[in-house]
Each structure stands twice: as structure tokens, then as C-alpha cells.
């Protein structure tokens, strides 16, 4: 068994086999029909269709407009590239936000406003990281008292 | 204007769409002039190094009956909730492995499960094609069983996946295999929002996933077996803001990356990518070197970045767990060949709220941290 895909078709498949097969839908029913509700059904359900298809037509139009001003995939590169390097030194020099504002040039100042909480993070799961130690991290390794409660633990109790 | 008018217009702005969108992708293309690992490395960098035991397995949450599908760590506490094919879900305190609840579906199918923001909610989901909402302080019935606080129905598919909004304790949205997502208010269980569907644009095949930007709220990525990823604005449910095309397969896997400006995605490809939100530009590929033994590609089934995002973990239907470096595009662990590592399939993972720890899921009834 595969993906959540395959997982629900094999599930569905497993659930269904003790109902009855579904009804054929109403507008499959009338859509071949020549005059009457049918054929209103039919139109309605095809302007619809192309009214859906002709924004899908501008929405592509402005896509490709805005693809002809845009910068390549190598200018994205750079300032991903630039705010983990950048704002991973000044995170580990402790320069607070408000001393990078004050000195430095706007577009500097823009990625690391963006980038100060993430790629200068301090990170645990990382050999060598940034920023001061969090003893906190440790909490994994260390022993824990276990209870002789049974398994499903008061409502009331705290265990965090 | 008569039917048959109509079908020929609806012909040509078929012909239309196509045509435009095979022009995107060329020009797409032309723009992907290198990425991020290229790049990386002609500045002369080098991959994290890992020594063996950097990473290491330190708990085994054992007490599912049945593979597990989904988990969810609480924002702050070392909560664990998880949901497996046995039909339940299980909350685990994960520093002490111990079980706080167990709850017993009504429908034995749940696919996906989430904490609520304060912690004190689970919500899960599944082939019944409603999300239930379990609020952990309730009284226990008569055999142990909490009682379902909301079920929130309106899908017409199952439900693949469901997140809270951040800090919103009343507003979820979730991912569903009749095409669309969903924003609701479970206070009153109305659904407030319906992104995608037969006439607004949206995917054209089963959603499986959807991540929600921590910096930008109103913002959310869905991955579909239409082989992209669509960004929605919560704002603004008439069609997608944006559509990200590369992968070849079902993508089973988004997760935005922790500045909330580019996400990652995993498919049925077997391969993970790095995109960037705002111009649309696939950044990288993160793909896995051919193995002898793989009868076939191991497919991605779940994705999560570290704190800083230097790291990528992505579990794989074989059961690998890699660690890729993110900036040079390397697998520098696999946590499927450590000692004490799963026995199966790894179908989802997560980071804790301190990014000290990862919560693994697997096929093997098992969760490991």
C-alpha cells in the first residue's frame, strides 16, 4: 500500500463493499437531453465552465506578464544563500535588530527583519549552532522518573 | 446562445488555457538558470557534518495496534498525539513515553491528526470525510472513551489532512481527497471558506497535505495527485494565488520552511523540492541517488524542516529517513540505518516546538523520538 492516495482507495474499497452501488448523478441523467431541463442544466453547467476557463485565461496572462520583469532563479539563490550566512554571524555577534537598523542598508535590513528569527536561530539538531546553549535541549537524555500509575494518566494531572 | 455554440467555446478557451500554460512553463524554464546547491557550492561551501551519534533514537513510543498515519506535537509542551489504522489516537507525553489519552474513533479510517494551538484540543480526520474535534480536559464516558466535541462535515472526500491556524485556537483548515480545502470556524462548525472545487480554479485531482505560513497566517500551500502545489490566500477563496509545477508524481508532503517565503514538497517522484512562495521559482531538487535494492523509487511520504531550516528530514516509503543538508543539496544522515531505527515505512514526522527534538511515525506500529 502506497500514498494517502492508494491508502483511501484501498480503504474505501474495504469500507464499500457492503453498500449498494452509488445512483447515477442527476446531470449525467439529463445532460444528452434535447429540449426541456436538460438542456437548461447543460448550458448552465457549460457557461459556468467557460466563465471558470476565461479567468483561468487572464490569471495565466498576468502569470506571464509578471514572468517577463522577473529575475532568475539565481537572484532567488543569492538571497536565500545571503540571509542564512549574514544573519548567522550577526546572530552569533548578538547584534540586536535595532543596532541593524540603525547602521545598515535597506535591503540588508529587509532580509535579516525576515530571516533573524530563522536561519540565525540557535539550532539543536545541528553538530554546531549558533547563540548561546539551551540546557533545555538536553531534557531528552536525561533519566525521567517513571510512573507506577496505570497508562492512562489522571485528567487532572499536569505532565508537562 | 445554443449548446452546441457553447461547447465549441468552451473548446477553444480549453485550447487557450493549454496553449498558455505550455508558454509559462517554457519561459519558467529559461529562468531556472541554476540552484541553490550550485550556487552554494561555487562560493565554497561544504555540507553539515554528522558523526554517528549527533543523532540518536532516545525514545520508542510503542502501544498502537496498527501502523500510524499521522502525528502532531503540541506548540510547547512535549505532547505527542498520534493516529494509527487501529482507530485511535494516542497522547503521549513524549519525555516520559507515557500514554495520557487514548481515544477510540467512531470511524476506525483517520488519516491525519493535529494538536489545537493551546494544547488542549485534537482534531483528526479520515475516509468518513468529517474532521472531529476532541477537547482532552472532557469527561470520560462509561468505558473510557472521550466524547467528540464537533464533527465538522461538508467534504465530499476524505480528509488527507488538517492544521489549525496559528494562535487560533476556533479556525482549521483542512485538505481533502474531493479536490478542495477547507477554512472552518469550529466554535459553530460552518465552513467558512471552500478553496478550489469544480468551477473556482483550484486542483484538479485529491489534496493530500497542506502547511499553513507561520509568519504570514493568512497564507497556505496545498500539495494534490495533481502533481502541484497551490498557494491560497484565507482571504481570498476564488482561486489559487499561485501554482507550483516540477514534480512528476502525487505530492504527499508540503511544509513551508521557517521563514515562511519558500516551502518544501515531497512526492511520489521520489524527490523533495525547495520552492520559492513569492516569484514561483523551484529552488532545488533534493534528489536521492539510484539504489540497486530499490525494486522501485521510494516514494517521499513526509517532510519537515529544523528550526534554522539548514535541515530537511524527509521520510520515505522504504523506510529511509534522510537528513539533507538544504544549502548543498546533500543526505548527510539516514536515519533508517541507525541502530534502533523503524521497521517500516516512515509515513510522517515532525519537529518539537524548541526544534530539539524529531518525532518519527512508521508502519511499524512505532513512533521513535
Known amino acids: 500500500m502506497g500514498t494517502r492516495s492508494e491508502r483511501a482507495a484501498d480503504g474505501e474499497a474495504a469500507v464499500a463493499e457492503d453498500q449498494a452501488p452509488p445512483s447515477e448523478p442527476a446531470s449525467r441523467r439529463a445532460a444528452g437531453g434535447g429540449g426541456g431541463p436538460g438542456v437548461f442544466i447543460g448550458k448552465h453547467r457549460l457557461a459556468a465552465a467557460i466563465a471558470c ?9 498576468k502569470e506571464l506578464t509578471e514572468l517577463e520583469t522577473m529575475e532568475p ?71 525521567v522518573r517513571s510512573s507506577r500509575n496505570k497508562w492512562w494518566a489522571h485528567k487532572a494531572s499536569d505532565f508537562s | 446562445m445554443s449548446v452546441a455554440e457553447l461547447k465549441e467555446k468552451h473548446a477553444a478557451a480549453t485550447a487557450t488555457v493549454n496553449s498558455l500554460r505550455e508558454r509559462l512553463k517554457q519561459r519558467r524554464q529559461l529562468l531556472l538558470d541554476t540552484d541553490v546547491a550550485t550556487y552554494t557550492k ?36 512535549n505532547w505527542i498525539v498520534s493516529a494509527s489504522q487501529d482507530g485511535r489516537l494516542i497522547v503521549w507525553n513524549a ?20 494538536f489545537a494551538p493551546n494544547g488542549q484540543s485534537v482534531a483528526c480526520g479520515g475516509l468518513d470525510s468529517a474532521c472531529s474535534v476532541f477537547n482532552l480536559s472532557s469527561q470520560s464516558d462509561r ?36 479536490q478542495t480545502c477547507v477554512l472552518w470556524d469550529v466554535t459553530t462548525g460552518q465552513r ?17 497535505s497542506l502547511s499553513i505560513s507561520s509568519t504570514n497566517p493568512n497564507m497556505f500551500v496545498s500539495g494534490s495527485c495533481d502533481s502541484t502545489v497551490r498557494l491560497w490566500d484565507l482571504r481570498i477563496a476564488s482561486r489559487a494565488v499561485r501554482t507550483y509545477h516540477g514534480h512528476d508524481g502525487d505530492v504527499n508532503a508540503v511544509r513551508f520552511f521557517p521563514d515562511g517565503l519558500r516551502f518544501g514538497s ?3 517522484d521520489g524527490t523533495c523540492r525547495l520552492f520559492d512562495m513569492r516569484t514561483g521559482h523551484q529552488l532545488q531538487v533534493y534528489a536521492r541517488q539510484p539504489d540497486r535494492n530499490d525494486d522501485e523509487i521510494p516514494t517521499v511520504t513526509s517532510v519537515a524542516f529544523s528550526i534554522s531550516g539548514r535541515l530537511m ?3 520515505y516509503s522504504n523506510g529511509d529517513c534522510y537528513v539533507w543538508d538544504t544549502l548543498v543539496a546533500e543526505v548527510v544522515q539516514n536515519l533508517g540505518t541507525l541502530q534502533n531505527s523503524h521497521e517500516g515505512r516512515i509515513s510522517c514526522l515532525g519537529l518539537s516546538g524548541d526544534g530539539s527534538a524529531l518525532c518519527t511515525g512508521s508502519y511499524d506500529k512505532n513512533l521513535k523520538v
Request: hydrophobic share 30%; glycine share 8%; net charge negative.
Open chain 2, 42 to 77: 561555487n562560493q565554497g561551501r561544504s555540507p553539515v557534518n554528522f558523526s554517528a551519534t549527533d543523532l540518536v533514537c532516545c525514545r520508542t513510543l510503542q502501544g498502537h495496534t496498527g501502523k500510524v498515519y499521522a502525528l502532531d506535537w503540541t506548540p510547547e509542551k
Open chain 1, 53 to 61: 476557463l476565461d479567468q483561468e485565461i487572464l490569471s495565466l496572462q
Open chain 2, 266 to 268: 515531497g512526492s511520489d
Open chain 2, 313 to 315: 528530514f524527509s521520510g
Open chain 2, 95 to 114: 519525555l516520559t513515553s507515557q500514554k495520557t489519552h487514548a481515544i477510540k474513533l467512531l470511524c476506525p479510517w483517520v488519516m491525519t491528526c493535529v
Open chain 2, 192 to 208: 467558512i471558506s471552500i478553496f478550489g472545487g469544480e468551477f473556482p480554479s483550484g486542483h484538479t485531482a485529491d489534496v493530500l
Open chain 2, 143 to 178: 468505558d473510557g472513551n472521550i466524547p467528540v466535541s464537533r464533527i465538522l462535515t461538508g467534504h465530499k472526500g476524505y480528509i488527507s489532512c488538517c492544521q489549525y491556524v496559528p494562535d487560533q485556537e476556533t479556525r482549521l483548515i483542512t485538505s481533502s481527497g474531493d
Open chain 1, 73 to 143: 532563479s539565481s537572484a532567488s539563490c543569492k538571497e536565500w544563500v545571503f540571509q542564512f550566512t549574514h544573519c548567522s554571524i550577526l546572530s552569533s555577534l548578538h547584534v540586536c535588530v535595532s543596532v541593524v537598523n540603525a547602521q545598515l542598508c535597506n535591503s540588508f535590513k529587509n532580509n535579516c527583519r525576515v530571516v533573524a528569527s530563522t536561519e540565525g536561530k540557535p539550532d539543536p539538531l545541528l553538530p554546531i549552532t549558533t547563540g548561546p546553549e539551551n540546557s533545555s535541549w538536553d531534557r531528552w537524555f536525561q533519566r
